[in-house]
Antibody
Framework: EVQLVESGGALVQPGGSLRLSCAAS????????MTWVRQAPGKGLEWVSA????????YYADSVKGRFTISRDNSKNTLYLQMNSLRAEDTAVYYC????????????WGQGTLVTVSS | EIVMTQSPATLSVSPGDRATLSCRAI??????LAWYQQKPGQAPRLLIY???TRATGIPARFSGSGSGTEFTLTISSLQSEDFAVYYC?????????FGGGTKVEIK
């Protein structure tokens, strides 16, 4: 069974940093691009970042470019999101999701981890 | 950035009725559009990709249509478990973008 489990969400002060993790199981992790999508409280979905299977190519939304870094450790079947210079507007549930072999739509999602940026 | 506009924001439907949800893009996506369903407290679930192909395990009452800039998700006969929020997502261009969502509620 394909499973994604996020962790690392917390309450952090504005300007602070946090690293999210997403542990993957049930599929050949290195074969699939992965992504982070977030959802602010009561709001819609916002794509954040993606990384290809090898980890050598990454993509970012303008809202996080220069502050967030996506990475992966294929030996540990784990996806990461390093978040720096956090702002109140980064407050959201962060989901990791697995891309299909076809294209950048996502057929498996984790349950999410809550990041709250507040003083 | 490709802005995705979904309408209506809220759709009130009786169980057993048909629901028609719209998603519009500001430029052509070809058929590079997906639909997701999200229930409260849950992660999104992939319903449709390629504008019209149902994902694995998705019931036949869900259908997608359209290409270019205009897309539609139709639920032919709403079941109780279908009341949820539905999002479209384009994957034709970076950055990936989602629509604002349509909430399907019980009338």
């Amino acid at each position: 069974e394909v499973q994604l489990v996020e962790s690392g969400g917390a309450l952090v002060q504005p300007g602070g940093s946090l690293r999210l993790s997403c542990a993957a199981s049930g599929f050949t992790f290195s074969n699939y691009a992965m992504t982070w999508v977030r959802q602010a409280p009561g709001k819609g979905l916002e794509w954040v970042s993606a990384v290809i299977g090898s980890g050598t190519t990454t993509y970012y939304a303008d809202s996080v470019k220069g502050r967030f870094t996506i990475s992966r450790d294929n030996s540990k079947n784990t996806l990461y999101l390093q978040m720096n210079s956090l702002r109140a507007e980064d407050t959201a549930v962060y989901y990791c999701a697995k891309r299909t072999l076809g294209d950048y739509y996502f057929d498996c999602w984790g349950q999410g981890t809550l990041v709250t940026v507040s003083s | 950035e490709i802005v995705m506009t979904q309408s209506p924001a809220t759709l009130s439907v009786s169980p057993g009725d048909r629901a028609t949800l719209s998603c519009r893009a500001i430029q052509s996506l070809s058929s590079n559009l997906a639909w997701y369903q999200q229930k409260p407290g849950q992660a999104p679930r992939l319903l449709i990709y390629g504008a019209s192909t149902r994902a694995t395990g998705i019931p036949a009452r869900f259908s997608g249509s359209g290409s270019g800039t205009e897309f539609t998700l139709t639920i032919s006969s709403l079941q109780s478990e279908d009341f949820a929020v539905y999002y479209c997502q384009q994957y034709n261009n970076w950055p990936l973008t989602f629509g604002g969502g349509t909430k399907v509620e019980i009338k």
